[in-house]
């Protein structure tokens, strides 16, 4: 994953945004994320890419024994670590590529939109399965397929400036996408859904549920909500490791 959230400028952009700012409420697919999370309580769980810590602090305030997590964003960790109310909860600088951790030491690794970053996702879903107990569970977003697919995530818009559609394209050219994301080109890595699914599987993971969130009805008035739900933005994928 891109240190681009060193980057002063981006990250005075980035602390901006509605999830930024209000956390996992500002957060449009944070209630259908919830519902798929098992129970927490006494479990030891890695967050992957924990940026603000939102998620971190949900399942300490839960009551998660163990919480680890990684970034490699000192600013990022920086605000995460002033957050903090918990002793069991840790913040590490470490590259997603680097993840090193003992084999069987969490029960549940969380992840939201990092892994579409990762050029490599079944040496990433290997490093997972290792540090994973058996019947560990995954849980985790990426930008959804459909977004990712034709490069620009922008809308087509038509001559009064209205969003007419979203394109679509090369949807079987997995590879690098550069796109524009506050104002700052940042590369992304665009995988179908079959090799989402398929990696999964040939890893020993079973799938338990795959889902494309949608905001929820309180947050569809919010600038920009509305258009949300014209096309899929965002998927959820929850497997359970059997090993």
Known sequence: MTAIYDNEKFFEEYSHMLRSQEGLKGAGEWETFKALMPEVANKSILDI?????????????????????????DKMLAVAREKNEFTQVTYENMP????????????????????????????????????LKAQGQL?????????????????VQNDEGENQFFPVDNYFYEGARDTDFLNTSIKKYHRTLTTYIE??????????HVVEPMPSEDMRDLDGMADEMRRPMMLIISVELEK
């Open 199 to 208: 990696t999964l599987i040939q890893n020993g993971f079973k799938i338990n």
């Open 139 to 155: 849980i985790f977003t990426v930008e959804h397929p459909v977004f990712t697919a034709e490069g620009s995530e922008q809308w």
């Open 49 to 73: 890419g924990c940026g603000y810590g939102w998620h971190c602090q949900y399942v300490a305030e839960h009551g998660a024994t163990e919480v680890v997590g990684i970034d490699n964003s």
């Open 96 to 131: 997603v590529e680097a993840m090193d951790f003992e084999a069987n030491q969490f029960d549940l690794v969380l992840s939201s939109l990092v892994f579409h970053y990762i050029a490599d996702f079944d040496a990433l879903i290997k490093s997972i399965k290792h540090v």
